[in-house]
């Protein structure tokens, strides 16, 4: 996160992690999670970017782009179906042959961060009383997640740990796990407002107290 000062020609920049001296900050000039299509017009300037993302993008065949963008159109989403017993079954299965055309390189699936994937986990993990379910939730969740930890936060417009989080408090996960997501979801709270109260503005406003049942303080500051 960065920003100019307030009195001064300098630049803050707040990091979430330990920066060793002399190591190396950027900034992504673009929206990570676009299409090469949209990310490429830096290319007029004279800019070609040599990032893992944008090399691989390059690098991939007509017949694998056509194929992800026919399988992103065919996700239903349907919260209505998905309460039927077996009705996710398709679904899941196009997240799978996702996850397929980018398995040597997991953590760049950019597909994995359409809005429709999300939703789809969120509306199992809502509507599951089947650990079988929750279990799917995570799943999909998890792997969506992996990929968000390698895009610029400001590229970032939905609260993932926080769904997480309560998806692992469904399923009543050891106080270590559950941790390890509440300090994802204070990081993102931090980032986005400045503030741990901006989990009040959530989508599971409870956190709080619900994580006092596990003997967890989400406010810690």
């Known amino acids: ?8 020609l300098v630049m803050m920049v707040t990091t979430f992690k330990e920066v060793k001296k002399g190591e190396e900050i950027v900034a992504s000039y673009i929206h990570a999670l676009r299409s090469l299509w949209d990310r490429n017009f830096m290319e007029s300037h004279g800019f070609i970017c040599k990032c893992r993302l944008c090399e691989l993008d390059r690098s991939e065949s007509a017949y694998v782009i056509t194929k992800r963008e026919a399988l992103l159109k ?3 989403f349907d919260p209505v179906r998905y309460l039927k017993a077996g009705s996710l079954h398709a679904d899941c299965e196009i997240i799978g042959a996702l996850e397929e055309l980018r ?16 939703k ?3 509306i199992i993990m809502l509507n599951a009383n089947a ?31 926080e769904t997480i989080l309560v ?8 106080k270590e796990v ?8 204070r990081k993102y709270c931090r980032l986005y407002a400045g503030t741990l109260e901006h989990v009040r503005a959530g989508d599971y406003p409870t956190i709080p107290e619900d994580l006092k049942k596990f003997g967890i303080e989400f406010f810690n500051d």
Not at 178 to 185: P, Q, S
């Open 103 to 118: 398995a040597a390189t997991p953590d760049l699936n950019i597909a994995l961060t359409n809005s429709d994937i999300y």
């Open 120 to 122: 789809i986990a969120s």
């Open 74 to 76: 065919s996700l239903t």
């Open 1 to 8: 996160m960065y920003g100019p000062h307030e009195t001064s």
């Open 167 to 174: 998806c692992c408090m469904k399923m009543g996960k050891e």
């Open 178 to 185: 559950l941790e390890k997501w509440v300090e994802e979801v």
């Open 131 to 161: 650990e079988e379910l929750n279990f799917l939730c995570l799943l999909i969740l998890e792997k969506v997640y992996a990929v968000i930890e390698n895009v610029p936060p400001n590229c970032v417009t939905r609260a993932y740990a």
